[in-house]
C-alpha cells in the first residue's frame, strides 16, 4: 500500500473533520452571541449606567462619610483625569431636597442653591445612602455609553479570551485529528486494496486502542481472506487432478471400443465402470467435506455405546483386513462408553481411520481399536504398524487431498479426503481428533468426545 494512494483520502479525511470542527466552533461563538444580545436587550438601562459611572460611588462614599454634601466640590478638584472633567462638565448635582449643589462641577454659579426643575427627558442617577435617596445626579445623555459600545466593551475580553483559547485548542485538535486521520486514512486504503484483490495487504496497528484494534481485526480479515483463497485455489487444484485420471482411463477405454480396439465385452467396459464408482465416491466425498466446513450438515444426536460401534466397524472391515493378512483387534471395557453422537456419522468416522489405516499397514501386520473412558470424557483410538507420518507432515494429514509420500499415492487407493471428512464429522460434534507417530512404528489417531454423566 503506497503513500499516494493513503494521500488523498487522508486529506478529504482531514478536510470533513476540519469542517466538523469550524462548524462546531461557529455554532458555539453564534449561541455565545445570542446569549450576550439577549442579556444587553433585556437589562435595565438605568442599571447599566449605574455601573458605568465610577463618580456615583465616590460621591455614596463621600455622603456616607459627611453625612452632608459640603465641599464636595473637592471630589471633582481632585479627580485630574480628562474623563472626569468631560463628566462633571455635563453634570449637576442636585439634593434630596432637589437644589442644585454643584452646577457643572463648579460651586460659584448661579444656579448652586436654586431648586432645579426637571424636565422629562433628563437622565437621572439617584444617590443612595443607607437605601435612600440622598442626591440626585443629572447627566446628560451624550456622555453615557451607547449600548453598542457597552456591547463592545463586553464582547472584547471575551473575544480576546476566546482568541487566546481558540489557538492552542486549533493545534490541539489538528494533532489529534492527524493521530486519529492517518490510520483510519491506511485502513480505508487497504479496504479498497483488499476489495480489488489484493489479499496480501496489511496495515501499520497505530494510534488510539481503538484503532489499533481496528487494525488488528482488518489485518486478521485479510489474513483469513488470502487463507481462505489460497485454499479455495488449491482444492480447485486438487479436484481437477483427481477428476482427470479417472476421466482420463473412462475416455481411453469408450475411445477404444468405438474405434474398434477392444470388444464392448464386460472385460473391457468393466474398468470404465469401476472409475465411475470412483468418480461418484470422490464428488459424494467432496459434498459432505462442503457441508461439513459449512457447518450445514444435520446430526441426529442420541445416545451412542461406542465399543459396539467400533465392533461394528471392524466387523464391516474384516473381509479386507483378512485377505491383507492383517489383524483387527479391539480393546474396550466390559462397561458401556457412551457419548451423545449421530451414530451414522461416527460410525463414517471410525470406518475412515479402519480404511485409511488397512491402506498404508502392510500385510501381516496388525490394527488396534481401543475404546475407553477418561475423567469426563470418551476416548477411541486406531493405531496401525504402518511406515507412520514424517513428524513435520503429521499437522497437514487432515488437509484435503493431502498425501505426504509416494506410498501414499492414488496407486493406494483414496483420493485424500477421508481424514479431512473424519476431523470435520469429529469437530461438528464437540470432539477434538489427532494424530501421532508411535514409537514402536506405525500411526495413532485419537478421537475424543465428551462423555455422558
Known amino acids: 500500500m503506497t503513500n499516494t494512494t493513503v494521500r488523498p483520502i487522508r486529506t478529504r479525511l ?78 449637576i448635582l442636585l439634593d434630596a431636597q432637589g437644589k442644585v449643589v454643584l452646577d457643572h462641577g463648579s460651586n460659584q454659579t448661579t444656579l448652586v442653591g436654586t431648586t432645579y426643575v426637571k424636565n422629562a427627558t433628563d437622565t437621572i442617577v439617584p444617590i443612595l445612602s443607607h437605601e435612600k435617596v440622598v442626591a440626585s445626579l443629572l447627566v446628560d445623555p451624550s456622555i453615557l455609553p451607547a449600548q453598542r459600545q457597552v456591547t463592545l466593551d463586553f464582547l472584547w475580553p471575551i473575544g480576546l479570551i476566546s482568541l487566546l483559547m481558540a489557538i492552542p485548542t486549533v493545534i490541539i485538535g489538528l494533532f489529534l485529528m492527524r493521530r486519529f486521520v492517518t490510520p483510519l486514512a491506511e485502513v480505508i486504503a487497504a479496504a479498497r486494496a483488499v476489495a ?102 444435520h446430526f ?14 471392524i466387523d464391516l472391515f474384516q ?25 451414522q456419522r461416527i460410525n463414517q468416522v471410525v470406518g475412515n481411520l479402519v480404511s485409511n489405516a488397512l491402506r498404508y499397514t502392510p500385510e501381516g501386520t496388525n490394527v488396534y481399536l481401543t475404546v475407553e473412558k477418561t475423567a469426563g470424557d470418551v476416548l477411541v483410538t486406531v493405531s496401525d504398524d504402518g511406515p507412520g507420518v514424517p513428524a513435520e507432515d503429521l499437522p497437514s494429514i487432515f488437509q484435503r487431498f493431502w498425501r505426504g509420500e509416494k506410498s501414499r499415492s492414488r496407486i493406494s487407493g483414496g483420493a485424500g479426503l477421508g481424514l479431512a471428512i473424519a476431523r470435520q464429522l469429529v469437530e461438528a460434534q464437540g470432539g477434538q481428533i489427532c494424530a501421532e507417530n508411535r514409537v514402536q512404528g506405525g500411526l495413532k489417531i485419537s478421537i475424543q468426545f465428551p462423555a455422558l454423566a
Open 196 to 297: 480489488g484483490g489484493d489479499l496480501s495487504t496489511r496495515v501499520r496497528a497505530a494510534g488510539p486502542h481503538d484503532l489499533r484494534a481496528l487494525s488488528d481485526s482488518f489485518n486478521h480479515m485479510a489474513a483469513s481472506l488470502e487463507q481462505s483463497d489460497s485454499e479455495r485455489r488449491n482444492m480447485l487444484a486438487d479436484i481437477a487432478h483427481e477428476l482427470r485420471t479417472p476421466l482420463t482411463v473412462m475416455r481411453g477405454r469408450l475411445e477404444g471400443i468405438v474405434d474398434g480396439v477392444y470388444a464392448a465385452s464386460p472385460e473391457q467396459i468393466g474398468p470404465a465402470l469401476e472409475e465411475t464408482y470412483l468418480l461418484e465416491r470422490l464428488v459424494e466425498d467432496l459434498r459432505l467435506l462442503t457441508l461439513a466446513e459449512a457447518r450445514q450438515l
Open 300 to 313: 441426529e444426536r442420541k445416545d451412542v455405546n461406542l465399543g459396539e460401534v467400533v465392533a461394528h466397524v
Open 319 to 343: 473381509a479386507e483386513a483378512e485377505d491383507k493378512k492383517i489383524k483387527l483387534s479391539l480393546e474396550t471395557s466390559n462397561q458401556p462408553v457412551l457419548a451423545l453422537l449421530d451414530p
Open 14 to 91: 482531514f478536510i470533513l473533520l476540519l469542517r466538523a470542527f469550524t462548524v462546531a466552533v461557529l455554532f458555539i461563538t453564534l449561541v455565545i452571541l445570542a446569549i450576550i444580545a439577549y442579556f444587553l436587550m433585556n437589562y435595565p438601562s438605568n442599571v447599566i449606567i449605574t455601573e458605568r459611572l465610577p463618580i456615583v460611588a465616590r460621591l455614596e462614599t463621600y455622603y456616607l462619610v459627611k453625612d452632608n454634601w459640603q465641599g464636595v466640590e473637592v471630589l471633582v478638584q481632585s479627580d485630574l483625569t480628562a474623563d472626569s472633567h468631560r463628566f462633571w462638565n455635563r453634570a
